[in-house]
């Protein structure tokens, strides 16, 4: 019995002691996982971890241990003293697989899960961390959780700050010749994960980010045209989670942050790819960092393209926030004609109104007429042709206007050729509408 009692208070001195040495050294707090690599080419033989000191160089990580996560059931299947290991003199550290360039301890092959899964860094030993152990922020120093297209795991997300995201290492769907990097190299703070983006891998050097991303307003990305003038930018947006789908949110900015401009949205659809993060919650504010890009489906590529963020990490901002102020619509004075894009909520995300929606509009209520025989779609047909008939009344007979302002003035600029298809198509259907329902 005596002997057990000495035993534990010399384990319990020692943990004092390392702790009380620890504590006086702030090495930990200079150490961060800048890089993890958990999905590879085919047998997965270079994942890794990465340590960065910030470039202080030849940081001792004795008394740390790397533990690696399993979000199945959110306990340890992986742990690795880092005791008389260092950063190297430019501040690097790797663990990882032996096909790794300059990795400094090794685990097996095809080790690192792909997620959902995180990966921390504590001060003690490996022996608090036998298989199974459970999720723990006690001692922790910093952690990622990641997935490759999976769903958050909340019981996992407690190793993060609040409202940190969960890190999709397949973001460009290309997760097996990309890893998760910290941008700018060594950014973000330890627990926080907003920073981490998606590139080639780079063990034991500087992560090869490129230019920081642009803070932009949502008016500004979405823009007066067509197009975003910022479309293929990395971008930061901020503003309300107006709602959610399986695969997508919507953002809109709060009241302060729109402008006066009719022709630009205040509102942008969010692609995540799979579930949307527990960020994008109804209500929340939060920054949005990615890529502009201009969508339009492959089943329908005549479609005027729709402004979206994809590739988006989510940060929390704050909860619980009032939805902004709905746009209110008035036909005045474009009145008579359609516009060209709502998103799924209804809203408005253009306020312009081009030729090849007023032609969709008299085709569909045309063909409604004849296979319903409902005299009303006559006049709505009646009404959709003449709002067409408005950008065929131009200076130059056998021209056309391609834009209504909301100001009910017509953008003078050069016509898509396309728009010629659209206007026969068009014409073409009221002519073979009228005929089948005229009496014979």
């Not at 006086?24 to 047998?43: G, K, R």
């Not at 032996?98 to 092959?109: K, T």
């Not at 990641?146 to 997300?157: A, E, K, N, R, V």
């Not at 920073?195 to 823009?223: E, F, K, M, R, W």
Request: with cysteine; net charge negative; proline share 6%.
């Amino acid at each position: 019995m005596e002997k057990g009692l000495a035993r534990r208070l010399l384990l319990a001195g020692r943990g004092l002691a390392l702790t009380l040495v620890l504590a006086a050294a702030p090495l930990a707090a200079q150490l961060l996982i800048n890089e993890v690599d958990a999905d590879t080419p085919s047998i997965d033989a270079l994942e890794l971890v990465e340590l960065y000191d910030g470039g202080a160089g030849n940081t001792s990580l004795s008394g740390l241990v790397l533990v690696f996560f399993n979000g199945a059931l959110d306990s340890s299947y992986l742990a690795l003293d880092l005791d008389s290991l260092s950063t190297d003199a430019t501040g690097y550290f790797v663990a990882g697989n032996s096909g790794v360039a300059g990795v400094d301890i090794l685990f097996a092959n095809d080790t690192l899960q792909n997620g959902a899964d995180a990966v921390a860094l504590y001060i003690g030993d490996a022996v608090a961390f036998p298989n199974g152990t459970p999720l723990t922020t006690a001692n922790l120093v910093d952690a990622l959780v990641y997935d490759t297209s999976d769903s958050d795991d909340l019981g996992l997300l407690v190793l993060l700050n609040p409202g940190q995201p969960q890190v999709n290492e397949n973001a460009h769907a290309l997760s097996d010749v990309e890893s998760n990097q910290r941008c700018p190299n060594g950014s973000g703070g330890a627990r926080n994960t907003t920073t981490y983006s998606q590139l080639a891998p780079s063990p034991g050097g500087a992560n090869a980010c490129g230019a920081p991303p642009v803070v932009a307003a949502i008016h500004d990305v979405q823009g007066s045209g067509a197009l975003s003038p910022l479309a293929g930018v990395n971008v930061t947006v901020s503003g309300i989670v107006t709602a959610v789908r399986s695969n997508a949110f919507f953002l809109q900015a709060t009241d302060a942050d729109a402008d006066a401009d009719p022709a630009t949205s205040e509102a942008i659809f969010v692609f995540t790819g799979g579930a949307p993060p527990v960020a994008a919650a109804v209500g929340n504010e939060v920054d949005v960092t990615g890529i502009v890009s201009e969508f339009s489906p492959g089943a329908d590529p005549q479609q005027p393209p729709v402004t979206e963020i994809t590739a988006p990490s989510v940060a929390l901002v704050s909860s619980g926030n009032p939805l902004p102020a709905p746009i209110v619509l008035d036909d005045e004075p474009t009145v008579g004609g359609v516009f060209d894009q709502l998103d799924r909520t209804g809203q408005v995300v253009t306020t312009t109104k081009r030729l090849w929606p007023q032609t969709e509009r008299v085709k569909a209520a045309a063909l409604a007429a004849r296979i319903t025989k409902d005299e009303c779609y006559w006049g709505m047909a009646a009404a959709a042709a003449n709002g067409l008939l408005r950008y065929l009344s131009t200076d130059v007979r056998g021209l056309w206007y391609d834009r209504l302002t909301s100001e009910g003035t017509f953008i003078r600029e050069p016509a898509p050729a396309s728009s010629f298809y659209h206007i026969v198509a068009a014409v073409a259907e009221l002519s073979t509408s009228l005929d089948a329902t005229e009496p014979k």
